[in-house]
Every structure is written in structure tokens, then in C-alpha cells.
């Protein structure tokens, strides 16, 4: 009987490993808010994530995408899941505050990163052995707080009405805008809230206006933060209006209607991206989503939302390269890589901002992520 010689067989084998090595997949585990109240925001993150790389540094890059119908049990439930049975190396999302803090113990448990698409800052601070799993791509709170207080101050504004979501969004938002306005001694005169569910605010909005205030901030997100501004303007208020960045896309546009010409607001740089000076420094980066996603969808298609998940994408596909030379995807050992790569990231460009990260913030943007914007005529206009 001819023997069979043993090394061309262990050569194969070898050859066979390391292919296997070289193309294991990436999978990256999604849960957006699609549908429900923070629809809005959700839809063009989930169009967003069309549009990101099916292949980062060799590797393929699968994307489970997941519905949270914007309710915090389902986005929980959807990151167990993308965790114990698509085996995610990742998770983006979700799009809201509340859902997010719903997500962290999963992902810590599972010592899975988990970058979110939502703007509190209580999603990453303070950093604690949980939330060093976890980082964001919105602009935390006070920095657009500080934004819409300057603009507040310099316009003559000395006492406000603060009305927000009664829920993390809107607490997170009073706190920090408290700071900010005490800081430029601005007094603010009414404090209600309200459900993204709700269809009627009038007992918040006569007591707001009983409190005559100079300018009214409402921080609400999506298209529900047209509710208290509609009302007001039902009513006869006549002051300044703001809105938080949270509200940056074409449906609140087209809910609000003309009971939001005027508004103010802090946003994203994409916003306006095309009417920035070249010589802004988020410009370019910020016109490459936008170009992307109204070839995809449309001229004036693009959210703020939507680059907030491009973003997200951005983060991964710059700390993936550094995680793949530690370890293979589909391992514990590569999840952890990839925390800490992200954790490392230095001068990303992305749609909002420029992102340098470190282990106490993981948030990563500074006053280039921000401008102040104002709604002329049904559209978006930038206030240099």
C-alpha cells in the first residue's frame, strides 16, 4: 500500500487556516429606532448604514440591522440578541437617549463595544467600568448648550422658559442648560415637560407664556418637538424660540411647517455643510456624507441623524485596522482590541466634527462640531 507523504497535507491544512484567518468576517450588530415616536431620527440611520464599507482593512464587514420601534425593552432585547446570536464584534445604536442607557449593561456584560447614536452626555460620563465599553457620536449637551446661551446673551435675552422630553433627554438637557444659563446670569422663569407621545401641551404652554419669558427653549428630538412649538405660536407667543440640535432633519421641517420659521438652533456642521467657508475644518468631511446619501436619496435628503450613525461607522472603520493586528474578529479577545482602539483615535474626520478620543472621554468633539443655525423660508440657513 502506497503511503501518503504527511507534509503537503499539514502545508494544505496551514494554507487553508490562514485563509480561513484572513477573510473571517466582521459583524457588526445595529439596533436604530426606525419606527415609533423617534422614527425620524432612526430612518436615515438606517439608511446610513447602506452606505457604509462592506470591507474595512481586507476583512468583510456583515451589518445585522435591527428595529427598536423606539422602545427601550426591544432595544435591549435586540442587542441580547445581536450578542448571543449573531456573535456582533460591535453594536451602533441605538438612536435615543433612553434606549441607549437601556443597552449598557448588555454591552458591558457582554464586553462588547458599543458605539450610540444618541446625544446625552450620561451615556459616557462618568466613565466607570461599564461605560468604558461604550461611546457616542452627538455633541454632548453643554456644548450646545453653551452654543444657544451665547446666542441667547448676545440677542438680548434675559429670561427663559425651558420646556423638554420627560424622560433622559430632557432632564439631561435642563440640567446642563441650567449651567450654561447661569453662567451668562439668564433666568429661567418655567421648567415643564412632556411625553414624545403626547398630543396636546397647552397647560405647559399657558404657563409658559404667563411667565412672559424673553425666549422659550424646547428640548425635544424628532418631529414630536414640533408639539410645544405649534402650541405656542396657537397661543399668540411672540418671543424667540429654540430648539435643541435633536430636531435637525427635513420632517420636523415639514411637521412644524411655518410655526417654525425663525427657530433657532445648535447643530452639526452637516447641516449647513455646503454653505460653510471652505476654509471650516469639518467642511470636507461633512460634504462626503452628504454627497454619499443624496446620491442614494435625494438632493436635501440628508439629517443630522443619519450622520450621526456615519459617524459611528467612521469611529469603527478607523479603530478596526489597529484591533485586527491583536486578534481575529468573532473573539473576545478582538472585541477588547477594538474597545481600546477606539479609545485611541485621534483626529478622525467625520459628518459633525473631529473626533479625538481618550479613556475618560469617549465622545471625542469640541467646539468645531457645532454652528448655529436658523430656519428661513423652510430650510436651513447658517449663522456665521
Not at 477573510?23 to 436604530?32: E, F, R, S
Not at 399657558?206 to 405649534?230: E, H, N, R, Y
Request: charged fraction near 20%; proline fraction near 5%.
Amino acid at each position: 500500500m502506497k503511503k501518503c507523504n504527511p507534509f503537503p497535507l499539514a502545508i494544505a491544512a496551514a494554507a487553508a487556516l490562514a485563509c480561513s484567518a484572513a477573510l473571517a468576517d466582521i459583524n457588526v450588530g445595529v439596533t436604530v429606532s426606525a419606527t415609533g415616536p423617534a422614527a425620524s431620527l432612526g430612518i436615515p440611520e438606517k439608511n446610513t448604514i447602506a452606505l457604509m464599507p462592506r470591507t474595512i482593512a481586507g476583512e468583510k464587514v456583515n451589518y445585522i440591522v435591527l428595529d427598536d420601534a423606539s422602545d427601550t425593552t426591544t432595544a435591549v432585547n435586540n442587542t441580547r440578541k445581536l450578542i448571543s446570536e449573531s456573535k456582533v464584534d460591535i453594536i451602533l445604536g441605538s438612536s435615543t437617549t433612553p434606549n441607549s442607557l437601556a443597552m449598557i449593561d448588555v454591552a458591558a456584560e457582554a464586553q462588547t463595544p458599543m458605539i450610540s447614536m444618541a446625544a446625552s452626555a450620561r451615556i459616557v460620563e462618568p466613565m466607570d467600568a461599564k461605560k468604558k465599553w461604550v461611546f457616542k457620536t452627538p455633541q454632548n449637551d453643554i456644548m450646545m448648550s453653551t452654543a444657544i446661551v451665547d446666542h441667547m446673551a448676545a440677542s438680548g435675552v434675559k429670561t427663559v422658559a425651558f420646556i423638554g422630553f420627560s424622560d433622559a433627554y430632557g432632564e439631561g438637557w435642563h440640567q446642563e442648560f441650567s449651567k450654561a444659563a447661569a453662567a451668562k446670569n439668564l433666568q429661567i422663569v418655567a421648567n415643564e415637560r412632556y411625553a414624545r407621545t403626547d398630543t396636546s401641551v397647552t397647560g405647559q404652554t399657558l404657563k409658559m407664556i404667563s411667565a412672559k419669558a424673553d425666549a422659550v427653549l424646547i428640548a425635544g428630538s424628532g418631529t414630536p418637538a414640533a408639539l410645544p412649538q405649534k402650541t405656542l405660536k396657537e397661543r399668540g407667543y411672540t418671543g424667540k424660540i429654540y430648539q435643541t440640535h435633536g430636531v435637525a432633519n427635513a420632517d420636523f421641517l415639514r411637521v412644524g411647517g411655518k410655526d417654525v420659521e425663525g427657530t433657532l438652533l445648535p447643530s452639526g456642521p452637516v447641516l449647513v455643510a455646503a454653505q460653510l467657508p471652505d476654509s471650516h475644518p469639518v467642511k470636507k468631511s461633512a460634504m462626503a456624507y452628504v454627497e454619499a446619501y443624496e446620491a442614494a436619496h435625494g438632493k436635501g435628503s440628508v439629517s443630522t441623524f443619519g450622520a450621526h450613525g456615519w459617524d459611528a461607522g467612521a469611529l469603527m472603520t478607523a479603530a478596526v485596522p489597529a484591533a485586527l493586528k491583536k486578534a481575529k474578529p468573532g473573539t473576545p479577545e478582538f472585541r477588547a482590541a477594538l474597545r481600546d482602539a477606539l479609545e485611541q483615535i485621534k483626529e478622525v474626520p467625520g459628518a459633525h466634527g473631529i473626533f479625538t478620543m481618550s479613556p475618560d472621554d469617549h465622545l471625542g468633539l469640541d467646539n468645531r462640531a457645532r454652528v448655529m443655525v436658523k430656519i428661513e423660508n423652510g430650510t436651513w440657513k447658517y449663522q456665521p
